[in-house]
Structures are given as structure tokens and as C-alpha cells.
């Protein structure tokens, strides 16, 4: 039912005056040419300044499940910026949503939400919500008992983050998580996918290490809320922040060790959530994940024996381990609802027309992008052939027989961040060339994205901000996307787990009337949704769900809060949310489009 407009909510930013301001300052990424993902072939030793990092030598921290413990684990971290209040806070008022926006555009230029594609509506069941995640959104790091993370690490260490953010308060979700959630139910939105903090739950991570209940009773009425306010709570288990012990103590995804523990802690969130979380991730973006701990600040962090080259494809292979293994939990504990990962990137469309290298190129694409977290749970329970032909087992661990047969159908839909979809072409020396040398720079993957076209050099989609050149807006290409997915990676449901865009220098805007015009980002939003709806009704794609990426403004990783996603704004001195206009269209478009 939809629930837009009312009056849940809160009136309670008025009282909060953090003494607190970040500094934003605008990174300053050129526009890609073009850009592949391959990994950076450079060997650094375990723990060294050679980048300006510093992490302590994998192993030279024992496991001391102690107070003094926990302190050494926080002394690898620093000093943290504590919050400016402790205590959760409770909405007092209802939230009202601002009187509608004028129209963008005269109606012989562009429609209305309401609108759009009018004679097609969202299937019975369809969750239509937003995504965040817990480094990125929560803040209090150091409270009720958590352990660091590797993001708590990364986020201080030189040039680890364009603006030097940390998550130390960000947007302090973690004591104003009603608030947030009143906000979402008042715009009449039905679904909140976030994660959980690993080391919330188990400040040392490790599978004999103790449970902290404060982080258990912490995310248990977080969705406790959730379900009040009627906005159903997706929850993610693994969100990129490793505990720091983990990593301290084996090197965290580059080692077998993983495995074991994070089973555990899979097992621990199960039994105190079950029955409550019906939509569950293991795993976010697993190919990112796997790439970003090969590069800088995390490449001076790895277990014996791996290095830069070898560490994401040791990490895929630890990483789907667990995912089997969590899984085979959730079913052996009967825990109710379903259950997958989440993959991200796209397919890719041959650059150049009737060019058989482009084409093949687009197939290693997929194969390394997406296939490589999805062959194995839909189709094979292996990794893509293209990948076994091009990387030795030192790079690429083979999966035993009993591993397969755990891979396979460890998955009860398909869940995609679809951001966006590029034009691929073989690199210039051509795929054979490049994929006969390990020494080429686009080796393994041999492919490259093109944003522009092969005919006139003109734009692939319409620009991102620029601290994220791996972005922009190209709905022209999600159709063939779902389809495609859809066609290799066949499931019953597909989740589009994440989309959205950042708007194209926002951090530069200083008045609230600037920055709630976020015309690129609503434009994103709303022809993205008008291609989901054909792909459901035309194509006939089981696409049950969308969460836009996010809820509120965030760190954005390397990025910090100089690029902005959110549909709502964050002031960072008050913490004060205010919805912009991507947040009220979306309200419009579900409450004409929901059946
Ligand atoms: C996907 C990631 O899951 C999320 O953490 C990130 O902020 C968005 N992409 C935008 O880059």
C-alpha cells in the first residue's frame, strides 16, 4: 500500500547543533579515455612506506580477545572524532515533504513522473527503496563496542581519500536511523537495503572471538524500526569493511581463513535477525571488493604468498567459498527468505560494429566483470572459461568438485548494481596479442571501455560528477542489459540492487535551492525507471525490486563527500537531511506506477 505523504516522522534536526564540519574540497579526476579494470602488476612488500601507507605485518598482532586487545587493534587506527551525541534519537514530529516542485521541462519537451509510460505499472510485490551502507552512512565507529575496520584504516592513511573523510561521523546514521527511516516512509518508498558491520557484531571478527551485543541489540531495532514505519529491511552482510583484526591477523580476503570466519558471523546475523529480514545479501559488489584490496592503500596488507597481481583472484575464490558457506547455513537453519550476492558493472555493447575483436572483447568483459561472481553460483559452478584460459592456477586457485557443487544454485535470485552500461572494444594491439602476454598493461582482462562512440567520438551517456569518471547516465543501454543478464545468468528474479548517479559538481553548490535541483540525477532516475518498466513489460525481464543509490548523501569511499548520490542532502555541520528533487520525483513515480 502506499503510504506517501503521510504523516510519520520527525521535526527533531531543529535541537541537533553538532559542533562539527568537515572540510569538502572537489577532487579533481580527469574524463577517462579509454579505461579498462585491469590490475596494476606491481609487487609491494607486506608493510612498507613505499605508497605512504602503513599497516602492521600481517601476523604481528596475535589474537587477544581482550579490552587491551581491542585498544591495540584502535591503535592501529589513531585517534577517531567522536560524534557529537551518543544517545539515539527519537522523531517527535512528523516529517512533511516540501510542497511539489515546478515542472522541469513544458510537457511537449519531457513528461511528468506521473507520466511516464502511464499504461505500465510495478508487478504485486515490487520493492521500490533506497540502499546504503554502514561505513558509508553510520559514523560512531568506535562506539557500543565495534572493532575497526579496514575502511577505518584506509580512510587515514595519505591520499587514502580525495578529501581526507573518514567515517567517523558522517552522517551519524547510527544514533539517527529513525529519523532516516521516517524520512524514507514519508516518501511513501517500501524498502531499505543496508548493510551491517561486521565488526559491530564481532569486534574481532574471528569465529572464536566474542559476540558484542550491543551491536546485535543495535542493528535488531534498527530493524525493528524499519518494520514499524513499514519500509522492509534488506540486509547485506559484507559491505567492503573488513575487520582490521582479521586483516591484522591473516590478511583478511587473501586468506583461506576468511572462510571459517565469516561463515560464523554469517550464522550469528541469521539467528538474530531470522524471520524479521526476509532479503539477503552475503556479499556487495564482490568484483570491486576484490579489486580494491589490490590497490592503494590496502596492497601493503596480504597474507604469505600473494601479491597485487594475484590478490583479487585469491579473493574471489576465498570470497565465494564463504558465500557457499553461508548459504549452506542460511538453508541448514531453515533462517526464512531468500538469499544471493550482489554483482555490479554490465556487459557492454562492441564498439565498433562487425568488428570481431570488439565482440570478443564484450565476452571477456562479461566474463570478468560479472561472470566471474555469477558462472559459478548460476550457470557452471566454476569461473568463465576465458578466464580459466588466460590466468594459471597461481593467479586463479580451481574450484574442487565438492566446491562447484556447493557454488551452484547458492543463489535464490540475481541481484545487479546497474550504474551503467558502456561501449567495449578490444585493446589496439588486439585480444590474442594482449592475452598471449602477461607483461601487456591490459592483461588478464584485454578489453577496454569506451565511453564515446567508434563513428563521431560522441559521449556514451550524459556526465557523471567527475570524481567518478567510471560513470555516466546511459539509459539507452538497461534494456539490453537486463536482457542480457537475464539471457547468461537465467534466475527468477532480479533485483536491481543499486543504481543512481552523482550529480555533475554539486559539492560546488553552496545555496539549498542549488543543491536540491538535482536535475541530472532526477533525469538518471527517471528514465532509468521508464526502461525497468519496458524491460518487465516488453522484454518480459523478472525485475522485482530498485534501490536507489542512496538514501543520503555519503562518504563516497575515495571519494569521501565530495561526490554526491544521495536523493537527500546532508548538511555536516547540523546533520540536518533535506529531500532534493530526484527524491520527491521518485516518490511521484512510484505512487503512479505501483499496482
Ligand atoms: C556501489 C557501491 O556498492 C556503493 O558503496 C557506492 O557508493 C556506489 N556504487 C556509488 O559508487
Redesign the pocket.
Known amino acids: 500500500m502506499h503510504i506517501s505523504r503521510c504523516t510519520v516522522g520527525i521535526g527533531l534536526l531543529q535541537a541537533i547543533r553538532a559542533a562539527h564540519a568537515q572540510t569538502a574540497i572537489a577532487s579533481t579526476t580527469e574524463t577517462p579515455a579509454p579505461t579498462t579494470a585491469t590490475v596494476t602488476v606491481v609487487d609491494v612488500p607486506t608493510a612498507t612506506a613505499t605508497t605512504g601507507a602503513y599497516f602492521p605485518p600481517v601476523g604481528s598482532i596475535e589474537p587477544d580477545y581482550s579490552a587491551e586487545g581491542l585498544d591495540e587493534l584502535w591503535n592501529v587506527i589513531g585517534s577517531v572524532e567522536a560524534p557529537p551525541f551518543t544517545t539515539t534519537v527519537t522523531p517527535t514530529a512528523s516529517v512533511a515533504l516540501p510542497s511539489p516542485p515546478p515542472p522541469l521541462y513544458p510537457a511537449f519537451f519531457a513528461p511528468e513522473p506521473k507520466d511516464i509510460l502511464p499504461q505500465y505499472k510495478f508487478p504485486a510485490g515490487f520493492k521500490y527503496g533506497v540502499a546504503t ?1 554502514a561505513y ?1 552512512v553510520e559514523g560512531a565507529v568506535k562506539d557500543e563496542g565495534k572493532g575497526p575496520t579496514m575502511w577505518d584504516w584506509a580512510s587515514r592513511q595519505p591520499g587514502g581519500v580525495a578529501d581526507n573523510t573518514t567515517g567517523d561521523i558522517v552522517d551519524l546514521n547510527y544514533y539517527l536511523y529513525k529519523m532516516d527511516t521516517a524520512r524514507v516512509a514519508a516518501l511513501g518508498l517500501n524498502t531499505h537495503s543496508f548493510s551491517v558491520s561486521w565488526s559491530r557484531i564481532l569486534p574481532y571478527g574471528a569465529a572464536d572471538s566474542p559476540v558484542n551485543q550491543e551491536g546485535v541489540d543495535h542493528y535488531s531495532d534498527v530493524i525493528d524500526t524499519h518494520l514499524e514505519y513499514g519500509v522492509e529491511p534488506v540486509v547485506t552482510l559484507f ?2 569493511d573488513t575487520p582490521l583484526a582479521l586483516q591484522a591477523y591473516y590478511g583478511g580476503f587473501t586468506s583461506p581463513k576468511i572462510v571459517d570466519d565469516f561463515i560464523n558471523y554469517a550464522k550469528a546475523v541469521f539467528s538474530a535477525y531470522n524471520g524479521r529480514v526476509k532479503t539477503w545479501y552475503t556479499f ?2 564482490p568484483r ?1 571488493f576484490c579489486e580494491q584490496i589490490a590497490s592503494y592503500p590496502f596492497n601493503v596488507t596480504y597474507a604469505a604468498g600473494v601479491n597485487t597481481s594475484t590478490a583479487p583472484f585469491h579473493c574471489a575464490y576465498y570470497l565465494l567459498k564463504a558465500h557457499a558457506g553461508a548459504v549452506k547455513a542460511f538453508r541448514a537453519m531453515n533462517i526464512s527468505g531468500e538469499i544471493a550476492l ?1 554483482n ?1 558493472d554490465f556487459v557492454g555493447t562492441p564498439w565498433r560494429a562487425n568488428n570481431t575483436d570488439d565482440a570478443e572483447a564484450v565476452e571477456r568483459h562479461a566474463a570478468f566483470q560479472i561472470g566471474i561472481f555469477s558462472d559459478p553460483l548460476y550457470t557452471t559452478g566454476d569461473w568463465p572459461q576465458i578466464m580459466k584460459d588466460t590466468l594459471p592456477e597461481e593467479y586463479l586457485p580451481r574450484f574442487t568438485d565438492e566446491e562447484k557443487a556447493d557454488l551452484l544454485g547458492s543463489a535464490d535470485f540475481y541481484a545487479i ?1 546497474s ?1 551503467r552500461s558502456w561501449f567495449v572494444s578490444a585493446p589496439d594491439n588486439g585480444v590474442a596479442a594482449c592475452v598471449s602476454n602477461t607483461s601487456d598493461p591490459n592483461w588478464p582482462q584485454c578489453n577496454l571501455n569506451m565511453v564515446y562512440d567508434a563513428q563521431a567520438g560522441w559521449a556514451a551517456g550524459v556526465l557523471s560528477d567527475p570524481g ?1 569518471d567510471w ?1 555516466g547516465a546511459t539509459p539507452d543501454g538497461a534494456r539490453e542489459l537486463f536482457n542480457e543478464l537475464n539471457r547468461r545468468w537465467p534466475s527468477p528474479k532480479i533485483y536491481v540492487s ?1 543504481f ?1 548517479f ?1 550529480e555533475p559538481f554539486e559539492n560546488e553548490r553552496t545555496q539549498l535551492y542549488e543543491i536540491k535541483q538535482d536535475v541530472a540525477r532526477t533525469n538518471y532516475y527517471m528514465t532509468y525507471l521508464g526502461e525497468i518498466l519496458q524491460s518487465i513489460h516488453e522484454d518480459g525481464v523478472p525485475i522485482a525490486g530498485i534501490f536507489a ?2 538514501m543520503i548523501d ?1 562518504a ?2 575515495g571519494s569521501g563527500i565530495s561526490t554526491k ?1 544521495g536523493i537527500q542532502h546532508v548538511n555536516y555541520t547540523t546533520l540536518e537531511r533535506t529531500y532534493k528533487r530526484s527524491a520527491i520525483a521518485l516518490s511521484d513515480f512510484w505512487a503512479a506506477h505501483q499496482s
Open positions: 551502507a558509508q559491505h567492503w556487495n559488489e570491486v550482489k555490479d548494481d550504474y567518478t560513470l543499486e543512481g552523482s543509490w542512496a555519503n563516497e569511499w548520490f
